[in-house]
């Protein structure tokens, strides 16, 4: 025995001592059925369990992470909801098929032109908004497209105003673009003179390859002005639900 | 002379409506200026770039 740390006094099954060494610094194989460890405490270090079940009782973590590298964690309940309690307020997970979003991860973006540009009569123009307001998840391009091309599957609220600033027009349109053709159209205001449109409208886009773009129509004579700044013509989107 | 300018001085009787549903004018703002994205016109046919020069 000499040279074995523990004592297995009580045990009903004889563990050839071949399979031990000195120091349990080798695998070793315990039972083959169930084992129980301790009646109080019983202090494990460095355990790996493959396929464990907690049966019942409250299982008490302190500093610890739950962590698988980086493939996802899943945390499953077969047919009730998953709560998460923190400071005494639940979270509830109904039983649903989609993805939660948080602040991270939901695209939004606003953009404007910098400066006033010129559009020709009767011709569909798109809006060069080249300066960001902010731009969460970096899919907006400001620099050769002005399109935004969200990351994430689902549902976005697609917002566009513009406005006049010389020129005569008889007649203002705008429409939201998806993938390159005309998908939503705007406020369409044939008067005798107008000053602008805007539209706002739900789009459903694939999160990799659908964008949106935003365009204006002027009806008048030769080319026409529109007005830069925050303020006066804009492009926004920003998601409302996931897909 | 703009492209529409051009459009309406070989058809002068089209009208705005037409720009709008059957006829498209487009432009990118990509440097490449205003083109003819559609041209659907029942009785009309396409310009020619050579119309359009």
């Known amino acids: 025995m000499s040279g074995v740390p523990y004592t297995f006094g009580t045990a009903t099954t004889s563990i050839p001592l071949s399979n031990l060494d000195s120091n349990f610094v080798t695998p070793i194989t315990i039972g083959n059925a169930s084992v129980a460890l301790g009646n109080t405490i019983t202090s494990i270090g460095n355990l790996t369990l493959t396929n464990p079940t907690i049966i019942g009782g409250t299982s008490n973590v302190s500093s610890t992470s739950i962590t698988n590298g980086t493939s996802n964690v899943s945390i499953s309940s077969s047919g009730g909801n998953i709560n998460v309690v923190t400071g005494g307020t639940i979270a509830t997970f109904p039983q649903a098929t989609g993805t939660v979003m948080v602040s991270g991860n939901m695209p939004a973006f606003s953009a404007y032109p910098s400066t006033t540009f010129t559009a020709s009569s009767a011709t569909w123009t798109k809006i060069p908004a080249n300066t960001k307001e902010f731009d969460t998840n970096s899919n907006y391009d400001n620099a050769t497209n002005y399109r935004f091309t969200p990351t994430v599957s689902g549902y976005y609220q697609i917002s566009g105003c513009w406005s006049l600033a010389s020129g005569t027009s008889t007649r203002s349109l705008c429409a939201i673009y998806k993938n390159g053709t005309l998908f939503k159209q705007g406020l369409d205001t044939p008067t005798t003179f107008t000053t602008g449109s805007n539209i706002s409208t739900l789009i459903n886009l694939n999160g990799s390859t659908d964008y949106v773009e935003f365009y204006l129509y002027i009806a008048g004579t030769g080319t026409q002005t529109v007005n830069a700044g925050a303020g006066s013509t804009w492009f926004q989107a920003v998601l409302v639900r996931a897909a | ?53």
């Open chain 2, 1 to 53: 002379m703009t492209l529409y300018e051009k459009i309406m001085a070989i058809y002068p009787s089209l009208t705005q409506q037409d720009f709008i549903t059957v006829i498209t004018l487009q432009n990118d703002s990509d440097g490449k200026g205003d083109y003819i994205a559609k041209w659907e016109h029942p009785t009309l046919p396409r310009p020619t770039d050579e119309e359009l020069a």
